[in-house]
């Protein structure tokens, strides 16, 4: 395999460039597939039924909380990647890990903002406003689900093989994947939470 | 409802049962003959768990044959319907399911699977690549094609089929007047194997943008590369579309949402909304690769440069926009008010424009050309005036007030059907016969492939022409039968004669296979058309990695100008080629989710959350799998080569 | 331990957080729906576009132009979706 010593460790292979310019079009897809989940959130949102409406389950601390978890979070990889860069293997880690716990932080205020809707009288079959709120949500959600395994299993793959070709371009795609998540979270928190108590 | 009630067929038939038995037989011959003749090895390991794109090609292109077959049936069942007023040979249920998998398994299935087929084969030819970008992605998204497919097949014989047309309107398509699980096949056979065209989206733009032989600027490829890199860029921002609406309609069915209900907020007109959001783009990922080709087919028979590369190129990317802002036209009558009927309009007729361009490209390139009639320039030649008179009934459609007459009107069927079938389906045959040589090293005959063109081509304007009149006359699509005063008889009629026409083509073109891989010669040159592009510089057969030397390019017809002007194509010594190693894991996650899906229709909810874990299990496994392929050495090359290379 | 937090991604996730404050304005203060949405639409489109320059590097590689162009073509299409669906389905809709 021909490596070149001029690029980073993750963009050194033919495959590894390959490997992130394909997870790039796939995050224009996942764009497109956020963009019709907004646009059928945006059609629904006023057809609450007999449910209630935006205004009335959400709240603003727990959002504001779950922001910035998120923000840090894609900090911390962006470092984690930076240290990485720099060869130092360990620091990478710890960043990589205070990313996941951060994610994990998230995930645990979002449920309990799920389960405060559900008391309120909001759940997924109540009404198309309330079937959309959690799609969207939970879709965003189980990215993040699926984010912290996979972090984990690159986490275990660098302890066990260190800093090569291979486990840095997974990593760094990875890291796109995060922060392509918070982006998502950025909109989300704009258009359907800021905007839903505006 | 008892448990297994839930698998019975809801409304049996003879046909059904013989379905059911057929099916069997079939299953236990194929099994008992690859035990018999021990080609489970063989079978394994050279096809199932190929990554080579030639024979992943050469799969989609099985599948898609036996899916026209499937799908041609139904079509030739609902032409004997209706060919008389109040016939009795069908019910209304059975036409339902009929008119409904016949739509689907002929654009996700059919269509679908052999423009992956033609694409998988020569893309990377023609840009003289060794594979794709990712080999077994590729593997992954045939699997999960294959396996979608086989999930929306096995519908009619294990619980029903799908019955509220293949748009899938809601409410209709809700859980109050479609009960049994026909539309829970629809949804999840539709994810499993759009997932798969997604990945082969991001797969190929990769492979197209990444792995073109050096010299090759994106000005130089070949038009059907071009084709296929817009249509890519249209699949990969299409599809989520239809992956979202899908996801809904699911929760819908199962879960009791209430997205597109006629209750508590739901809105049913959202599902159309997305469904066309996807599917106004689908149209043209399916024509646009067919104009990649008759671009290809009319540069080699006419034996000229193709007129106004730039146009084509610009039309094209033109089209991949436009066709994102079209949609609505699929409901003008849904509602909503002059201005959004005026501006989808407006974005429809605009639409024709680049599509008239390509046109006329085509009649220059032909104008003053030496042109030969072989069978895929006759299926070329046959498609112009016939797609035009679809595009321009399509034009007609495009007009917001006077739609209100066409809509839902057999005027609408007989419209789309002249797109699609010289668009779609001429080019994939025209396709099929021009890349045979290069899959299967011998030709096909072209006495018996002229007479199944003329038997397609006048069996298309007999069985739709008929149906412009009876559609304004009044006749309304997805009527299983209608009155004798009606009139409709006679055209109906007229139409039944034409789709037997066309059954007599197809047929002949199975035989034309069956004869030619008989009879055809075996000792043909690598390029027997005297064609252009790259893939005819490999010889027949094509070897695993397609070029024993990486080609350059220095002009857009590379391989003519090789022949012609004495470019120098090979310049580099032999050296040992990587490939990657095959694998059996892109076959078992697409069983995987096989059964996800099948569990999913009936809401066996153990068996999901296993069949996920499993998924993702694999995952993982490939993750931590450690695979670096392996080196085909220069000697093996070497004495490949001495076969029939051109070089 | 200064080599590992350079000065651009700190000053990425400030601004982020600046970004953030400024959007919640709409919230704290009692503005019209004209210009919160303007305030909500700024905010959001500045901080995805800080997420792809500063943290995602998407102008770095080779790759640059097809990245931006996939990219581009995906907000279009998403954009599209939202206002056209909108368009159809509530505005456009009598």
Same mark, same amino acid.
């Given at each position: ?198 | ?13 003879? %046909? ?22 021990? /080609? ?5 390991? #050279?096809?199932? %768990?190929?990554?080579?794109? /030639? ?103 294990? *619980? ?5 047309? &293949? ?15 026909? =539309? ?69 069915? @199962? ?7 006629? #209750? ?13 959001? &996807? ?12 104009? *990649? ?6 540069? %080699? ?21 436009? !066709? ?110 021009? &890349? ?7 030709? @096909? ?24 009149? +009876? ?45 030619? %891989? ?17 893939? &005819? ?17 220095? !002009?857009? #017809? ?17 050296? +040992? ?34 069949? =996920? ?24 090359? #070497? ?9 | ?5 350079? $000065? ?22 009692? $503005? ?8 909500? $639409? ?53």
């Amino acid at each position: 395999m021909k490596i070149d010593q001029t690029l980073p460790l993750e963009y050194s292979t033919e495959q590894n460039r390959l490997n992130i310019l394909g997870f790039w079009i796939f995050l224009g897809a996942e764009i497109a597939l956020f963009g019709t989940l907004f646009a059928s959130y945006f059609t629904l949102v006023n057809r609450t039924g007999s449910g209630p409406t935006a205004a009335e389950i959400f709240e603003i601390m727990p959002v504001i909380i779950e922001t910035v978890l998120l923000l840090i979070s894609s900090f911390t990889i962006g470092l984690g990647i930076h240290a990485m860069r720099l060869g130092r293997k360990r620091a990478m880690l710890i960043f990589f890990g205070s990313t996941l716990l951060l994610g994990l932080s998230f995930l645990a205020v979002e449920i309990y903002d799920f389960i405060v809707y559900i008391h309120e009288g909001a759940t997924l079959q109540t009404s198309g406003f309330t079937a959309i709120l959690f799609t969207l949500l939970g879709t965003h959600g189980a990215h993040i689900i699926f984010g912290l395994f996979w972090g984990l299993l690159i986490m275990y793959q660098i302890i066990k093989n260190g800093l090569t070709p291979e486990t840095t371009n997974k990593a760094f795609i990875f890291s796109l994947y995060w922060h392509f998540l918070d982006v998502i979270w950025i909109f989300i928190f704009s258009f359907v939470f800021l905007k839903g108590m505006m | 409802m008892n448990f297994f009630d839930r698998f019975a067929v809801p409304n049996p038939s003879i %046909t059904i049962y013989a379905s059911m038995i057929a099916i069997a037989l079939t299953v236990i011959a194929i099994i008992a003959g690859l035990t018999y003749f021990k /080609k489970w090895q063989y079978v394994w390991s #050279e096809w199932l %768990t190929t990554v080579d794109h /030639k024979r992943i090609g050469i799969m989609y292109l099985i599948s898609a044959l036996i899916m026209l077959f499937r799908g041609g049936a139904d079509a030739i069942m609902m032409r004997a319907q209706t060919a008389v007023p109040d016939n009795t040979l069908l019910g209304a249920k059975e036409y339902n399911e009929i008119f409904t998998t016949h739509g689907v398994v002929m654009i996700i299935f059919m269509a679908m699977a052999f423009i992956m087929a033609l694409m998988n084969f020569a893309i990377p030819l023609q840009i003289g690549a060794r594979d794709v970008a990712f080999p077994r992605l590729n593997a992954l998204s045939y699997w999960l094609y294959f396996f979608g497919a086989m999930l929306f097949n096995i519908s009619f014989v294990i *619980g029903g089929s799908p019955d509220s047309g &293949w748009s899938s309107y809601f409410p209709l398509a809700g859980t109050d007047f479609s009960q049994s699980v026909g =539309t829970n096949y629809y949804m999840l056979a539709l994810q499993i194997s759009g997932l798969g065209t997604l990945l082969t989206g991001i797969n190929f733009i990769t492979t197209i943008l990444k792995m073109r032989a050096p010299g090759m600027t994106l000005m130089k490829m070949p038009m059907f590369v071009w084709s296929a890199l817009v249509t890519n860029f249209i699949i990969v921002f299409a599809f989520p579309v239809l992956t979202v609406a899908l996801a809904m309609g699911t929760m819908d069915r @199962l879960f009791g949402t209430n997205f597109f209900t006629t #209750e508590n907020g739901g809105m049913d007109m959202l599902w159309a909304n997305l469904f066309w959001v &996807w599917g106004h783009p689908e149209v043209y990922i399916l024509i646009l690769p067919a104009f *990649g080709i008759y671009s290809e087919i009319i540069s %080699t028979f006419a034996r000229r440069n193709l007129y106004g590369y730039k146009s084509m190129v610009i039309s094209m990317v033109a089209i991949s926009l436009l !066709s994102f802002l079209v949609w609505v036209h699929h409901f003008f009558t849904m509602g909503q008010g002059a201005l959004v009927n005026s501006i989808f309009s407006v974005t429809t007729m605009v639409i024709a424009v680049p599509t008239g361009i390509k046109i006329f490209n085509w009649l220059f390139t032909l104008r003053k050309g030496k042109i030969e009639f072989t069978v895929p320039m006759l299926y070329t030649l046959g498609f112009i005036p016939i797609f035009t008179i679809g595009g321009v009934t399509g034009v007609m459609l495009a007009m917001a007030s006077a739609d209100y007459q066409y809509h839902n009107t057999m005027f609408l069927v007989a419209h789309f059907h002249l797109v699609i079938i010289p668009g779609v389906v001429f080019a994939m045959i025209a396709g099929l016969t021009y &890349w045979w040589p290069k899959m299967f090293g011998f030709m @096909l005959n072209e006495r018996i492939g002229k007479w199944a063109f003329w038997f397609i081509a006048i069996g298309v304007c007999v069985t739709f022409f008929p149906m412009f009149i +009876s559609g304004l006359n009044g006749q309304a699509r997805r009527m299983y039968t209608y009155s004798e005063s009606t009139g409709f008889g006679i055209w109906n009629m007229i139409s039944f004669v034409g789709a037997l026409g066309l059954l007599v083509g197809f047929i002949l073109i199975v035989y034309n296979i069956y004869y030619s %891989t008989r009879y055809s010669p075996r000792n043909i040159p690598g390029d027997p058309w005297d064609a252009r592009s790259l893939e &005819w510089a490999t010889p027949t057969p094509v070897p695993e990695y397609n070029f024993a030397v990486i080609p350059h390019v220095d !002009s857009s #017809e590379a391989f003519w100008d090789y022949k012609k002007k004495g470019y120098q194509l090979f310049r580099d010594p032999v050296q +040992s080629i990587h490939m990657p190693n095959n694998s059996g894991l892109p076959i078992i996650i697409g069983a995987g989710f096989f059964v996800w899906g099948f569990a999913f229709v009936f809401g066996i909810w153990p068996v999901v959350i296993l069949s =996920t874990l499993f998924i993702f299990g694999c995952l993982a496994y490939r993750s931590l799998e450690k695979d670096h392929g392996h080196y085909i050495p220069v000697s093996d090359i #070497e004495i490949d080569e001495q076969g029939g290379s051109v070089q | 331990m200064r080599a590992l937090f350079p $000065l651009k991604q700190v000053m990425g996730l400030i601004c982020s957080l600046t970004l953030t404050a400024a959007a919640l304005t709409v919230y704290f203060f009692d $503005l019209s729906f004209e210009a919160g949405s303007s305030v909500l $639409l700024i905010t959001a489109f500045l901080q995805a576009i800080i997420q792809l320059t500063v943290f995602m590097h998407a102008g770095e590689g080779e790759d640059k132009k097809i990245i931006y162009t996939g990219i581009y073509y995906g907000a279009f299409v998403a954009l599209v979706t939202v206002f056209g669906s909108l368009l159809a389905l509530v505005w456009g809709y009598y």
